[in-house]
């Protein structure tokens, strides 16, 4: 075995505190090594053109480097290794500098230290073996899931780089939570006409397939390669036939409490979701029809003007789609206030969620604009509690970001929309990340009949009633920390949708504590998941606004733009795990413990097996494994143990 050494001084790194001339003699003195070099800065460009001129001249079967952290530079060294024609993984690092030079004072003990790491990677070196990266052929086609801001602007982003989209949305029109909101902070504008580029672009876009009232049924395979289950629910009206009319609406005799959150107002079995909403289609909500009680009623079917248009024999449908990768955009829901009985929801007619006076507010919600609901007159005077749910023990134990802007714009909104009333903001801490939340705060500082009150404790806020309909509000046991209001709005942070749990099973991605998709890294990873192929948009993954949103779905069509390129496959990094099929005793314990859900179970076979495409290499499953019947590739048993072995001689 013919082995090349090279040292890199490093600029004589920790002051010469390591004897080279010792080291070399020591090392040139084994006798698989073949040469030893002593190189002044390998990871500058004439030391990368000097190692590769003298591999390819002397050719050797194996390469030790002795420099800093392999983390920063053996991936350079690999490469220089394939441009020298050889085998990548056939070079062996050790890093003499953070963990020799600049941690060890004594001259002597760093130089023997040294010596054992160099002479420990050579044995090393000796039992590695060439390795190739795996191929992966890749659909270059994306499924979007969800079509709020981080969706559409996914989903706008790759059909513009001319991909082809699934976008996959369980409600019957487009634009998520915000499309329904009458202002959108911190700059105010109207929620709907910020959408509707986003909605009418990915509508009017030919390469994005919209897929309403459709949900993920089904999910296998990986990255390049998913094949999805996509259920759909039928909407009884032809929407390609369908002019928008509405002659439908009116005749309908079913009418029925409006099921969505936030909605105060009663709806007909088929009706639109809101005036404006895109696309411009209503639909038959069948558990509301009388024909689901066994009546007979084809009253809308009558007034349609395009016959054939309302059909009540729609049956749903399961569709396969085949993708690339997966782009989740689920959003969020608010936290259930119910869950805070003291502060009255549900049980005080004066106490609104902050969506329920955002839909008031709507010209196109429940009240057209008008503050109605359970309220019996405009009221005079307005509290706004933040944090009703968050940063608590129980409930939400995190920060929502968006709650105080959520408030500061619903204050001003109202203290404009009522001149006669007063509006209290009731507070435990100030969230206003940037410098337009600041300016919206500042404004309404500065609004004469809207003030500011600070409470400490979440456990003290509770509401009660008063004998003249009006709502008492505490946050504090003093006689100042209470108030008389016709009007409570509670703000409640956001919180993981109903859906992420049956959507993280069958992804197979992970979640956070709080049950948001956990992303790859805390700082640096926030577009993708632990899964290769599946990305992370949006609210899905942490609470944030509207611009943030749209931001995040164009990082996830970036990250899936470089996954997945048509007409190319993936070059998959080798160095993954394997099971040796003879030792596996089929106990489950690698299948629980990977973090990157790479490792199947065969039922028939009880064996375990992994899937190179998912696998990182992170040795998790080699640790865990009770019969040792799993090895990573490049780090096995005999690498890793002769290292140890000659480190400890």
Same mark, same amino acid.
């Given at each position: 075995?013919?082995?090349?050494?090279?040292?890199?001084?490093?600029?004589?790194?920790?002051?010469?505190?390591?004897?080279?001339?010792?080291?070399?003699?020591?090392?040139?003195?084994?006798?698989?090594?073949?040469?030893?070099?002593?190189?002044?800065?390998?990871?500058?460009?004439?030391?990368?053109?000097?190692?590769?001129?003298?591999?390819?001249?002397?050719?050797?079967?194996?390469?030790?480097?002795?420099?800093?952290?392999?983390?920063?530079?053996?991936?350079?060294?690999?490469?220089?290794?394939?441009?020298?024609?050889?085998?990548?993984?056939?070079?062996?690092?050790?890093?003499?500098?953070?963990?020799?030079?600049?941690?060890?004072?004594?001259?002597?003990?760093?130089?023997?230290?040294?010596?054992?790491?160099?002479?420990?990677?050579?044995?090393?070196?000796?039992?590695?073996?060439?390795?190739?990266?795996?191929?992966?052929?890749?659909?270059?086609?994306?499924?979007?899931?969800?079509?709020?801001?981080?969706?559409?602007?996914?989903?706008?982003?790759?059909?513009?780089?001319?991909?082809?989209?699934?976008?996959?949305?369980?409600?019957?029109?487009?634009?998520?939570?915000?499309?329904?909101?009458?202002?959108?902070?911190?700059?105010?504008?109207?929620?709907?006409?910020?959408?509707?580029?986003?909605?009418?672009?990915?509508?009017?876009?030919?390469?994005?397939?919209?897929?309403?009232?459709?949900?993920?049924?089904?999910?296998?395979?990986?990255?390049?390669?998913?094949?999805?289950?996509?259920?759909?629910?039928?909407?009884?009206?032809?929407?390609?036939?369908?002019?928008?009319?509405?002659?439908?609406?009116?005749?309908?005799?079913?009418?029925?409490?409006?099921?969505?959150?936030?909605?105060?107002?009663?709806?007909?079995?088929?009706?639109?979701?809101?005036?404006?909403?895109?696309?411009?289609?209503?639909?038959?909500?069948?558990?509301?029809?009388?024909?689901?009680?066994?009546?007979?009623?084809?009253?809308?079917?009558?007034?349609?003007?395009?016959?054939?248009?309302?059909?009540?024999?729609?049956?749903?449908?399961?569709?396969?789609?085949?993708?690339?990768?997966?782009?989740?955009?689920?959003?969020?829901?608010?936290?259930?206030?119910?869950?805070?009985?003291?502060?009255?929801?549900?049980?005080?007619?004066?106490?609104?969620?902050?969506?329920?006076?955002?839909?008031?507010?709507?010209?196109?919600?429940?009240?057209?604009?008008?503050?109605?609901?359970?309220?019996?007159?405009?009221?005079?005077?307005?509290?706004?509690?933040?944090?009703?749910?968050?940063?608590?023990?129980?409930?939400?134990?995190?920060?929502?970001?968006?709650?105080?802007?959520?408030?500061?714009?619903?204050?001003?909104?109202?203290?404009?929309?009522?001149?006669?009333?007063?509006?209290?903001?009731?507070?435990?801490?100030?969230?206003?990340?940037?410098?337009?939340?600041?300016?919206?705060?500042?404004?309404?500082?500065?609004?004469?009949?809207?003030?500011?009150?600070?409470?400490?404790?979440?456990?003290?806020?509770?509401?009660?009633?008063?004998?003249?309909?009006?709502?008492?509000?505490?946050?504090?046991?003093?006689?100042?920390?209470?108030?008389?209001?016709?009007? +409570?709005?509670? !703000? /409640?942070?956001? *919180?993981?949708?109903?859906? @992420?749990?049956?959507? %993280?099973? &069958? =992804?197979?991605?992970? #979640?956070?504590?709080?049950?948001?998709?956990?992303?790859?890294?805390?700082?640096?990873?926030?577009?993708?998941?632990?899964?290769?192929?599946?990305?992370?948009?949006?609210?899905?993954?942490?609470?944030?606004?509207?611009?943030?949103?749209?931001?995040?779905?164009?990082?996830?069509?970036?990250?899936?733009?470089?996954?997945?390129?048509?007409?190319?496959?993936?070059?998959?990094?080798?160095?993954?795990?394997?099971?040796?099929?003879?030792?596996?005793?089929?106990?489950?314990?690698?299948?629980?413990?990977?973090?990157?859900?790479?490792?199947?179970?065969?039922?028939?076979?009880?064996?375990?097996?992994?899937?190179?495409?998912?696998?990182?290499?992170?040795?998790?499953? +080699?640790?865990? !494994? /009770?019969?040792? *019947?799993?090895?990573?590739? @490049?780090?096995?048993? %005999?690498? &890793? =143990?002769?290292?140890? #072995?000659?480190?400890?001689?």
């Amino acid at each position: 075995m013919r082995t090349a050494v090279f040292y890199c001084k490093c600029g004589e790194m920790g002051g010469g505190r390591i004897d080279l001339e010792r080291v070399a003699r020591t090392i040139v003195a084994l006798p698989e090594v073949a040469s030893f070099h002593a190189l002044e800065l390998t990871c500058s460009s004439a030391g990368v053109k000097a190692m590769r001129q003298l591999l390819v001249d002397e050719r050797p079967e194996r390469v030790v480097v002795a420099a800093s952290s392999p983390r920063e530079l053996e991936p350079k060294l690999r490469r220089v290794m394939a441009d020298a024609g050889l085998n990548p993984y056939l070079l062996a690092m050790t890093n003499v500098r953070e963990q020799v030079a600049w941690v060890t004072a004594d001259r002597e003990a760093a130089t023997d230290k040294a010596i054992a790491y160099v002479r420990a990677a050579v044995r090393r070196a000796e039992l590695q073996v060439p390795l190739r990266p795996l191929a992966v052929e890749t659909d270059p086609r994306v499924a979007v899931i969800g079509s709020g801001p981080a969706g559409l602007s996914a989903a706008l982003a790759l059909a513009g780089a001319g991909r082809d989209v699934v976008l996959v949305e369980q409600g019957p029109v487009l634009g998520g939570a915000a499309v329904r909101l009458d202002k959108v902070h911190p700059g105010m504008e109207c929620g709907s006409c910020l959408m509707d580029p986003l909605v009418t672009g990915v509508l009017d876009s030919p390469r994005i397939e919209v897929l309403l009232l459709a949900r993920l049924a089904g999910a296998k395979g990986y990255l390049g390669n998913f094949e999805l289950s996509i259920a759909r629910r039928p909407r009884f009206v032809v929407a390609e036939t369908c002019i928008g009319c509405g002659d439908c609406v009116p005749v309908c005799p079913a009418v029925a409490p409006d099921p969505r959150p936030g909605e105060l107002g009663t709806r007909r079995a088929i009706s639109f979701a809101f005036p404006g909403a895109m696309p411009n289609v209503p639909v038959l909500d069948a558990q509301a029809c009388v024909r689901s009680r066994g009546e007979s009623c084809t009253l809308c079917q009558a007034a349609c003007p395009v016959p054939g248009t309302i059909r009540y024999d729609e049956a749903p449908a399961v569709l396969e789609r085949k993708v690339g990768a997966v782009v989740l955009a689920v959003g969020a829901s608010l936290y259930d206030v119910g869950r805070l009985p003291a502060l009255g929801w549900g049980r005080l007619p004066g106490v609104h969620t902050s969506l329920e006076v955002e839909r008031m507010l709507s010209p196109d919600g429940p009240t057209a604009g008008q503050l109605g609901g359970r309220l019996a007159a405009p009221p005079r005077r307005i509290a706004l509690v933040h944090c009703a749910g968050a940063m608590q023990a129980g409930h939400c134990d995190y920060c929502s970001v968006i709650c105080c802007g959520v408030a500061l714009k619903l204050g001003l909104a109202l203290a404009e929309r009522l001149p006669e009333a007063t509006v209290t903001h009731v507070h435990r801490e100030l969230c206003l990340p940037g410098p337009e939340d600041w300016a919206l705060h500042e404004r309404a500082r500065a609004h004469a009949r809207v003030s500011f009150r600070r409470y400490e404790r979440p456990e003290a806020l509770a509401a009660s009633a008063r004998d003249d309909g009006t709502a008492e509000l505490a946050w504090g046991g003093r006689a100042t920390e209470r108030g008389a209001f016709d009007l +409570v709005v509670l !703000c /409640p942070p956001l *919180a993981p949708g109903p859906g @992420h749990g049956e959507l %993280a099973r &069958l =992804l197979d991605v992970g #979640r956070d504590r709080h049950g948001f998709f956990a992303p790859l890294g805390p700082s640096t990873g926030h577009a993708t998941s632990r899964i290769r192929g599946v990305m992370l948009a949006g609210t899905c993954q942490a609470p944030m606004g509207v611009a943030t949103s749209v931001t995040h779905g164009a990082a996830a069509a970036g990250q899936a733009l470089a996954m997945a390129v048509p007409g190319r496959t993936i070059e998959v990094d080798p160095i993954v795990a394997s099971v040796d099929a003879r030792r596996c005793s089929g106990c489950h314990v690698c299948v629980g413990v990977c973090p990157y859900k790479a490792i199947a179970f065969d039922q028939t076979t009880a064996q375990a097996s992994v899937n190179p495409v998912l696998c990182t290499g992170c040795g998790t499953c +080699v640790a865990a !494994c /009770p019969a040792a *019947a799993i090895e990573g590739a @490049h780090f096995t048993h %005999a690498q &890793l =143990l002769s290292e140890i #072995r000659e480190v400890l001689q």
